[in-house]
C-alpha cells in the first residue's frame, strides 16, 4: 500500500475539506488509479484509520534530514553467552 497522504497530495495535518480536495484533485491528474485515490481517501476520513496511516507511513513531504550517524560499533554475540538465570521474569 502507497502512502495514502502521498497519493492525494495533501499534509498530515489536512482536514476533512483538503482530503476531498486532494482527492479530486488526485482523481483530475490520473497518477495513481481510482481504486487507490478511493482507498487513501477512505483511510484519512476515518480518525482510526488515519491513526494507523500516519504510525505506519508518516509523511515528512519538504523534510531535508540527513542519516542519522552514530559512533556505535556492531559486535557479535553468540547466544550460548546469555545467562538464562540474569532475569526472574525468564524463569
Do not use: C
Amino acid at each position: 500500500m502507497k502512502n495514502a497522504y502521498s497519493i492525494l497530495g495533501i499534509s498530515q495535518d489536512a482536514t476533512k475539506s483538503d482530503i476531498i480536495k486532494g482527492q479530486v484533485q488526485a482523481m483530475k491528474e490520473k497518477k495513481y488509479s481510482p481504486r487507490e485515490i478511493a482507498g487513501a481517501q477512505k483511510q484519512l476520513a476515518s480518525p482510526s484509520q488515519r491513526l494507523g496511516v500516519d504510525f505506519i507511513y508518516p509523511y515528512f513531504k519538504d523534510m531535508q534530514a540527513e542519516p542519522l550517524k552514530t559512533k556505535t560499533k556492531i559486535i557479535s554475540m553468540d547466544i550460548n553467552d546469555i545467562d538464562a538465570n540474569i532475569f526472574n521474569s525468564l524463569k
